[in-house]
C-alpha cells in the first residue's frame, strides 16, 4: 500500500469508528514542510510543540507528516490528540490494521481520562499524566525536607523536581503540584522514559532563550535569542560577555540549562568549557573559561543571592561544563 492510500484509509476507518464519534472536521492531515498561514497563532504553537517533540529542534516549519484529531472545547475546535503519520504507517506494514486502532484508542482514551476527572484522582495513571509533567528546578539544601516524599534528581545544591500541570489559564497563570513519590512508585514506564517525557513537555511549554545583553530580556520577540532553532546561526559569546540562558517564559528559566542538546550548543558557542552561576530560579549567566576566575564568579553570585528573597535562590555554588567530558558539576574550591 502506498503511503498516501494508507493515509486515506486511516482517515476513513476514523471516521468510521463509532465510538470516536468524529467527523471530518476533526481530523487534519499536516504534511512535511508545512507552515502556518499568516496570523494562524495555533497552527504555528502546534508545529513548534511538534518539532521540539519529536525532532527535538525549534523551526516554524513541520518536519514530518502528521495526523491531528481536533474536538469542540469551549465552542471551539482544538488539537487534543496528533499522532506520527509515518510511524503508523511502519506500525501498518509490520502489525496490521489492528496495532495501528490500538494505538489510537490507547491515546484517546488516556484523554478523556484526564478530561473527565480530578487531576488528582488519575494520578496513578501515567498514560493520562504523561502529558501533564514538567520538570522545575528549586534548590535542594533549603527544600531537602519537603522533598522527601516528592520526585527529584539532585545536580550539586539543585533538585530538578517533577511536577504535574493542574490547570492553566491567562487569569490564573500556570497551577502545578509536585508529584508524589508514591504515585510515581506507580507507573510502570521507566523513570527514564517519565523524565524524558516530562523535560520534552517543559521544553516545548518554555523554548530556551540565550540573550547577550541584559536589555534583551525585558518583553523580547518570541524570535529573540532562539539559538537552539533549526537553521539558526547561534552568536559567538566573547570572553567579555555574560549572557543570559532562560526560558521564552524566563520564569522558572533556570531549566533550560537542563534541556537537550543545550549545554553541547552553549559550549559550541563559547568555544569549549564554560562556567555557569544560577543566579536565580529563572535565569543561568555564562562565562567562558578563563574569562574570570570562579572565585570571582562565586563571590558575584553571593552578592546576588543576598538581595534575593530565598525562595528566588537556585544554588550557591558554581557549575563547570567540560566540553571533552561532556560533564556538568560543581566546582570545587
Not at 270 to 283: E, K, L, M, P, V
Not at 285 to 311: G, M, T, W, Y
Request: proline share 5%; net charge negative; glycine share 4%.
Amino acid at each position: 500500500m502506498e503511503d498516501q492510500k494508507f493515509i486515506d484509509e486511516l482517515i476513513e476507518g476514523m471516521l468510521k469508528n463509532e465510538k470516536w464519534k468524529l467527523k471530518e472536521e476533526h481530523i487534519v492531515y499536516y504534511v512535511d514542510g508545512y507552515t502556518a498561514p499568516e496570523g494562524d497563532k495555533e497552527s504555528l504553537a502546534m508545529i513548534r510543540d511538534t518539532n521540539i517533540r519529536y525532532h527535538k529542534v525549534e523551526s516554524d516549519t513541520l518536519i514530518g507528516n502528521y495526523i491531528v484529531i481536533k474536538k469542540k472545547e469551549d465552542d471551539q475546535l482544538q488539537n487534543i490528540c496528533r499522532f506520527d503519520a509515518d510511524q503508523l504507517y511502519k506500525d501498518f506494514q509490520q502489525k496490521g490494521w489492528d496495532s495501528v486502532w490500538e494505538t489510537i484508542q490507547a491515546h484517546l482514551n488516556a484523554i478523556d481520562v484526564f478530561r473527565d476527572s480530578d487531576v488528582f484522582s488519575v494520578l496513578d495513571n501515567y498514560e493520562a499524566m504523561k502529558k501533564h509533567l514538567i520538570i522545575r528546578p528549586i534548590n535542594f539544601t533549603d527544600n531537602r525536607f519537603t522533598l522527601k516524599n516528592h520526585v527529584y534528581r539532585q545536580v550539586g545544591d539543585i533538585a530538578l523536581v517533577l511536577y504535574m500541570v493542574i490547570c492553566e489559564s491567562k487569569e490564573m497563570g500556570l497551577n502545578t503540584a509536585k508529584v508524589p513519590k508514591p504515585s510515581y512508585d506507580k507507573w510502570s514506564s521507566s523513570s527514564g522514559k517519565i523524565w524524558e517525557d516530562a523535560l520534552m513537555n517543559t521544553y516545548v511549554l518554555a523554548p530556551p532563550r540565550m540573550y547577550m545583553n541584559p536589555m534583551d530580556t525585558v518583553h523580547p520577540p518570541y524570535t529573540k535569542g532562539a539559538f537552539m532553532a533549526i537553521g539558526g546561526k547561534p552568536d559567538k559569546i566573547y570572553p567579555l560577555q555574560v549572557p543570559t540562558l532562560t526560558t521564552t517564559k524566563q520564569t522558572n528559566g533556570a531549566i533550560a540549562m537542563f534541556y537537550p542538546g543545550v549545554m553541547e550548543k552553549i559550549s559550541e558557542m563559547a568555544g569549549g568549557n564554560f562556567y555557569a552561576a544560577f543566579t536565580s530560579i529563572h535565569d543561568v549567566r555564562i562565562h567562558c573559561e578563563k574569562s574570570i576566575p570562579p572565585r570571582h564568579i562565586l563571590q558575584n553570585l553571593k552578592s546576588v543571592n543576598d538581595h534575593f528573597d530565598p525562595a528566588e535562590i537556585l544554588s550557591r555554588k558554581v557549575f563547570f561544563y567540560n566540553a571533552k567530558s561532556k560533564e556538568f558539576s560543581v566546582v570545587e574550591f
